[in-house]
């Protein structure tokens, strides 16, 4: 309820006990009462916020989900790394070390390599090995393939 001192000064007068909730209440009323809309009209907008505010809602759920299924999809798929390292025997001696260190079975899969495999030493020709040329079968995981590529010493 608005009242009038007589000077032109309008403030709010509330009939109700000054309990926080009350006067809370009053204030907010007499805000919405200013702005000229109906009762009827701020609860379609409230309806309407609250149905946009569902829509953004439900969106950034439905992100997240297809971000959760890709990261396990990607975390289930096998993860087959081909690397050349010193052999922990000898240093000097290359290996070619093909490992799966996904979660998963990898199957049917070939190496390819550009440009191809050169080897200072012809009896470490892996470029014509059938690890190369007719690919592996299966490898489990966790599970490496090792093979003898090359001298370090007399790699140029």
């Known amino acids: 309820m608005w009242a009038s001192d007589g000077l032109g000064i309008h403030r709010f007068a509330s ?3 000054r309990n926080g909730s009350a006067t809370r209440f009053g204030v907010a009323a007499s805000l919405l009462h200013m702005v000229g809309w ?12 609250t149905a946009g505010v569902a829509l953004v809602a439900a969106g950034v ?6 971000v959760a299924r890709q990261a396990r999809e990607a975390q289930i798929r096998p993860f087959v790394v081909v690397d050349i390292v010193p052999s922990p025997v000898l240093g000097s ?3 070619l070390v093909v490992e799966n260190v996904g979660l998963t079975l990898a199957r049917d899969f070939r190496i390819r390599f550009t440009p ?6 012809e009896q470490y020709d892996l470029a014509n090995s059938m690890l190369i040329k007719s690919g592996i079968p ?5 599970r490496r393939i090792t093979a003898i590529f ?7």
């Open 15 to 17: 009939r109700t006990p």
């Open 38 to 49: 109906s009762a009827e009209t701020w609860t379609a907008v409230g309806t309407a916020t």
């Open 61 to 66: 759920g439905f992100r997240q989900l297809h």
């Open 93 to 95: 001696i290359l290996n």
């Open 116 to 121: 191809e495999l050169q080897t200072s030493r």
């Open 138 to 142: 299966t490898l489990s995981p966790r």
């Open 150 to 156: 090359d001298l370090g010493r007399e790699r140029k």
